[in-house]
C-alpha cells in the first residue's frame, strides 16, 4: 500500500488568517484515507465490509476522519456513504476544531455542503484557530454557493429559532471580524453582495482584526476591491467613519496605493445612490424585481464613477443631437403608452401596487433611493405614487407590450431592459417628472439616451 502524504487538497490561493490544513505524514496502513481521497467508492466498501471499526479513525496529527478527508475533497458519494453509518458524527473535529462542513466550505464543495448540512451539520461550531464558523470560511474563500447554502439552512433551522438569523449573519470570529468583513478584505464581491441582502451590518467595527475598529469599507479599501466598495456604498457604508486610528477609507487606499478605489471613497466626491434597505416594500420584494433595481442602481452608480474618474463634477448634459424625425417614423405611436411616462426613454418594468401604474426601473429608484438613510431611526418614509400619489405598498416586474402586435414581454425572464426608441430631451418631460424632479432627496434622470439617476445639483459637493 502505497503512502499518501497530503489527505486534504491545497486551500484556495490566499493568504492567513485561515491556515490550511495541516498534513498528514503518516502511513495510510489499510489504505481507507487513501480510498477516499480519490474516490475509490468500492475499495472504501470493501474496507468498511471487512473491518467496520475503520470508520472511526483518524489521522495521527491532525485528527481528520475520513469524513473530513471525503468532504474537503469533494468526494459526494463517500460523504453520503459514510454518513449513512449512525456512528459516523457529522460534527466530528480535527486538531483544530475544524467540522467536516468548514473544509467542505473551504474549498468550495458545494454538494458535500449541501449533504452536511441535510444531515443536520451544525452551522454554529466555532474553530480554534480564530473562533470562526462554516459561514467565516465560505465568506473568507469567496465561496458564494456554499454561503447562500449555508445562509439559507440557517433561515429554516434551529439557528434562526435560537439565535437569531440577523444574529448569524454578523457573527464574529475571535478578533471580532463578521463574514462581511472577510469578504471586504479578501475581495469577494459576489459574497459582499449576498451577505449584505442578508442583513449584514455594513457599519460594523472590528476588534483585533486589521487595525481595530476597521468597518468593511476600511478592508474593502485596503484589499483594492472597486466591486466590493461599490457594494459597501450602494448599502449604505459611510465613508467618513473612522477606525481607532482616526482614519477613514480614503486615507486607507491612499495608503495601500488603491487610487481609483481613492476616488470613490474621497469625502468630496458626489454621494452614491443607496438602496433603500429599511423600506419594508424594498425588503420584501421578489428577486425578479428587485434585480431590476439592483442593475439600475449600479448602473447610475458606475455612471457616477466615470465622472469621478474623468476629475469633473456632475452636471446636466444637453442633447447632443436633435430628436430626428427618421426614427419617430419607425415606430408606431402606439409604442408611446409602453415607454415610461416620467423619462420617456425606457420601458416600464416596475408596476406599483395596489394602483398598477407602471415606471422604469431608473425612475423607480429615483423615487425610492436617498442619498443617506437615517442611521439613528432606520426607519424612511415611504415614498408615493408619482401618478396618483397614493402609497407604494409593493413593487412587481410589469408586463408590458412593446406593440399591439407584438407578444407580451415578461421581465421576469430577464433583468436587461430593452429600448424602445430615442429619448426625448428631458427638459420637455411630463408635469409628473418635474414634481418628481423637484424633491431634494431624490435623484433626477439626466442625460440623452441613458435614462439613468444622477445625484442631484445641490449634492456635488457634499462632504
Not at 459514510?82 to 466530528?92: H, I, Q
Not at 441535510?118 to 456554499?146: K, P, Q, V, W
Not at 424633491?439 to 456635488?460: N, Y
Request: proline share 7%.
Amino acid at each position: 500500500m502505497r503512502k499518501l502524504y497530503h489527505f486534504l487538497p491545497s486551500p484556495p490561493p490566499t493568504p492567513p488568517p485561515i491556515p490550511p490544513p495541516g498534513c498528514c505524514r503518516v502511513q495510510d496502513e489499510n489504505g481507507l484515507f487513501t480510498a477516499v481521497q480519490f474516490g475509490d467508492l468500492e475499495l472504501v466498501k470493501s474496507l468498511l465490509e471487512k473491518d467496520p471499526s475503520v470508520i472511526q479513525q483518524t489521522t495521527v496529527y491532525d485528527r481528520h476522519s475520513a469524513l473530513h478527508i471525503a468532504a474537503a475533497n469533494g468526494q459526494i458519494e463517500i460523504v453520503s456513504l459514510l454518513l449513512e453509518d449512525r456512528s459516523v458524527n457529522p460534527d466530528s473535529l480535527n486538531r483544530h476544531k475544524q467540522t467536516p462542513l468548514m473544509l467542505a466550505a473551504m474549498h468550495g464543495k458545494i454538494n458535500c455542503v449541501e449533504k452536511l448540512i441535510e444531515a443536520r451539520a451544525n452551522i454554529l461550531m466555532f474553530d480554534s484557530l480564530n473562533g470562526r464558523t462554516c459561514l467565516h470560511y465560505a465568506a473568507y474563500y469567496g465561496h458564494s454557493d456554499c454561503l447562500a447554502a449555508i445562509l439559507s439552512a440557517a433561515r429554516t433551522s434551529h439557528v434562526a429559532a435560537s439565535w437569531g438569523f440577523s444574529r448569524f449573519v454578523n457573527i464574529r470570529d475571535g478578533k471580532g471580524a463578521t463574514p462581511l468583513h472577510l469578504a471586504s478584505r479578501q475581495r469577494r464581491s459576489e459574497c459582499v453582495h449576498i451577505l449584505l441582502d442578508s442583513g449584514a451590518l455594513v457599519c460594523a467595527s472590528t476588534g483585533g482584526y486589521g487595525f481595530a475598529g476597521s468597518t468593511p469599507l476600511h478592508l474593502a479599501a485596503r484589499g483594492g476591491s472597486m466591486d466590493c466598495i461599490r457594494e459597501l456604498l450602494a448599502w449604505g457604508a459611510d465613508r467618513l467613519q473612522r477606525d481607532a486610528s482616526g482614519r477613514i477609507p480614503y486615507m486607507v487606499a491612499l495608503k495601500h496605493k488603491n487610487e481609483d478605489c481613492a476616488a470613490l471613497l474621497n469625502p468630496s466626491s458626489a454621494e452614491p445612490l443607496v438602496w433603500p434597505s429599511p423600506l419594508k416594500f424594498i425588503s420584501e420584494l421578489n428577486q425578479d424585481a428587485k434585480a431590476l433595481l439592483e442593475q439600475a442602481l449600479m448602473e447610475a452608480n458606475r455612471e457616477r464613477e466615470k465622472t469621478i474618474m474623468k476629475g469633473s463634477a456632475y452636471s446636466v448634459q444637453s442633447p447632443s443631437h436633435p430628436d430626428t424625425g427618421s426614427t419617430d417614423d419607425n415606430i408606431s405611436e402606439a409604442s408611446d403608452t409602453e415607454l415610461c411616462c416620467i423619462c420617456f426613454d425606457q420601458v416600464c418594468t416596475i408596476e406599483v401596487q395596489d394602483c398598477g401604474h407602471q415606471m422604469c426601473a431608473q425612475c423607480t429608484l429615483a423615487l425610492c433611493c436617498h442619498n443617506k438613510p437615517n442611521p439613528t431611526t432606520l426607519s424612511l418614509i415611504a415614498p408615493v405614487c408619482p401618478f396618483c400619489r397614493s402609497n407604494i405598498a409593493q413593487l412587481v416586474v410589469a408586463k408590458v407590450k412593446v406593440n399591439p402586435s407584438d407578444h407580451d414581454l415578461d421581465f421576469n425572464s430577464s433583468t436587461k431592459v430593452p429600448k424602445l426608441r430615442k429619448p426625448r430631451n428631458l427638459s420637455e418631460g411630463s408635469s409628473s417628472f418635474k414634481g418628481l424632479s423637484g424633491v431634494p432627496s431624490f435623484g433626477k434622470m439626466v442625460g440623452r439616451g441613458s435614462g439613468r439617476i444622477s445625484v442631484d445639483k445641490e449634492c456635488i459637493n457634499k462632504p
